[in-house]
């Protein structure tokens, strides 16, 4: 009987594994380059901060003219045109909120 509930807990610990999702395999590092088209212009940003522990949207991605946005890995892999060697980005370790600030200090 022992056996029995020792088996069970390992296949539930086994199907609760397999149904996790794992986490891409080599995501983009900080000072990846994106070129993303929206409405017909093209827009170049940079990603410059990666979350590996949120795996639906690891990174954040700020554009040139200052707009930013979450980006998941499924639509970073459609838009990097240059990998980051994970370098320490000039906005790197800033709270989001200060990049604003940094882009447009008169705001």
Known sequence: MGGKKARGRTERAKRAAAA????P???FKTGSIVHKKNAGTWYRGE?????????DLP?????DDGDEEDMSHEVAVEWVTQL???HVSVFQ???R???ATRQNPNS
């Open 20 to 23: 996790r999702p794992s986490p």
């Open 25 to 27: 395999v080599g995501l």
């Open 47 to 55: 990603i410059i901060e990666v979350d590996e522990g949120d795996l």
């Open 59 to 63: 990174y954040f991605v700020l554009y």
């Open 84 to 86: 980051g060697e994970g």
């Open 93 to 95: 370790g800033k709270r």
């Open 97 to 99: 909120e200060d990049v």
